[in-house]
Nanobody
Framework: QVQLIESGGGSVKAGGTLRLSCAIS????????LGWFRQAPGKQRETVGT???????TLADSWKGRFSITKDAAKNTLYLQMNSLQREDTGIYYC?????????????????WGQGTQVTVSS
C-alpha cells in the first residue's frame, strides 16, 4: 500500500520560511516522478514543482528562486523548502508520486497523493 504523508505546514508571516516533508512508503518504481502541488482557496490545484528519477527538477515560475525541491532517498522523503513566503503562497500543499510515462513528468503521471498540509502566510 502506497502512502504519502506530508508534514511541516503551518502559519507564518510574509517573508518567513517553512520546510514541508513528504514521507513516502510502499512505492517503488524505476522511472518515477515526485512532485509538490498547491491548491489555493477557491482555485484549482496547480503544480509547484516536480523531480524525476534522473534528478531533473523543475519549478513553476511563481516559485522559482524562492522554493526548492529535494529528496532524501535513504529516508524515502521528499522536501519542499519554502523561502520568502508571500500571502499568495497560502493554500494546501500536496505531495504526489507516480510512474514517469514520458520524457518529462506530467500531471497525469501522478497516481498517488498525500492528504495535504495547510500553509497560511499572513502579512
Amino acid at each position: 500500500q502506497v502512502q504519502l504523508i506530508e508534514s511541516g505546514g503551518g502559519s507564518v508571516k510574509a517573508g518567513g520560511t517553512l520546510r514541508l516533508s513528504c514521507a513516502i512508503s510502499g512505492y517503488k518504481a524505476s522511472r518515477y516522478c515526485l512532485g509538490w502541488f498547491r491548491q489555493a482557496p477557491g482555485k484549482q490545484r496547480e503544480t509547484v514543482g516536480t523531480t524525476a528519477f534522473l534528478g531533473i527538477t523543475t519549478l513553476a515560475d511563481s516559485w522559482k528562486g524562492r522554493f526548492s525541491i529535494t529528496k532524501d532517498a535513504a529516508k524515502n522523503t521528499l522536501y519542499l523548502q519554502m523561502n520568502s513566503l508571500q500571502r499568495e503562497d497560502t493554500g494546501i500543499y500536496y505531495c504526489a508520486a507516480g510512474d514517469q510515462l514520458g520524457p518529462t513528468c506530467r500531471s497525469a503521471d501522478f497516481s498517488y497523493w498525500g492528504q495535504g498540509t495547510q500553509v497560511t502566510v499572513s502579512s
